[in-house]
């Protein structure tokens, strides 16, 4: 997965994100894998709601163009 920069986060564009407020990047396929993985976790703890995570994996399918 490729780092970025906080200022390069910054600038990516609201539709490279799965949730609103900048949350999980899924700009890349490793980024989306990524914010599922990271979502299933936030679930988990208690952090994150069921339906929030099914908005990051939507979104990140998408990139991983799965329907």
Known sequence: MA???SNER???P???FALPGHK???EDAAHARNAKARA???????NLSESDEK????????VLKKS
């Open 10 to 12: 910054n600038n990516l």
């Open 40 to 46: 299933a976790q936030q679930v988990k703890a208690g």
């Open 55 to 62: 908005k990051v994996d939507a979104k990140a399918n998408k």
């Open 24 to 26: 999980y990047p899924v």
């Open 14 to 16: 609201d539709d490279k």
């Open 3 to 5: 780092k970025i920069t």
